[in-house]
């Protein structure tokens, strides 16, 4: 086993291990951390993939930008009071197996139809654009022509972040006095 094919598997097992763990967690904390870093391991899946621009893009939008929104949101919730809302009975529990199990039956009958196709109707693909000849002109005009889209953008996330904190922290709100 060469070194990027086990470093393939090293990440796509924590990516797996992280998206398990952000559904089986009961604290909310931990459970953004967990999506942190399944954000970021699937970023590593795209480097060793060769797709830099992707996970590029990966730890930009999603590690960075949505996470922040995230962690806004668990800013405003009480967590003692949100954890004692979940119910731990044997319905609810009933529920998440059978919608795990009816979850992994799609997964597989997906896999198994993909491979299937694949098999009968594989052509090789042809690469008539290289990565960066693709890529340069998408950025030059994302980050010319829309530089204005880019930083007004920022300014209202920024916005966002100190309105949020200013909510938990005013008075009446969820956070007062801790």
């Known amino acids: 086993m060469t070194a990027d094919v086990f470093i393939f598997w090293f990440l796509a097992f924590i990516t797996v291990v992280s998206a398990l763990s952000v559904v089986i967690m009961t604290n909310p904390v931990y459970c953004a951390l967990s999506l942190v870093m399944t954000m970021v391991s699937i970023a590593g899946l795209f480097v ?7 996970a590029g893009v990966q730890l930009i939008v999603y590690a960075g930008a949505v996470m922040v929104l995230f962690v806004m949101v668990l800013m405003l919730f009480d967590l003692k009071h949100e954890l004692q809302a979940f119910s731990r009975g044997r319905l609810t529990g009933g529920i998440k197996l059978a919608a795990v199990g009816i979850l992994s039956g799609l997964i597989v009958g997906a896999v198994g139809t993909a ?10 693909i042809k690469q008539t654009v290289t990565s960066t000849e693709a890529t340069k002109p998408l950025a030059e005009h994302l980050f010319l022509t829309h530089v204005f889209s880019f930083e007004a953008l ?3 996330l920024l916005v966002i972040a100190v309105g949020a904190v200013a ?4 008075k009446g709100g969820t956070h007062v006095g801790n």
């Open 154 to 156: 920022g300014v209202l």
């Open 115 to 124: 491979a299937v196709y694949l098999e009968n109707n594989a052509t090789p």
């Open 167 to 170: 909510l938990s922290r005013s």
């Open 48 to 54: 060793t993939l060769q797709a830099y621009f992707l």
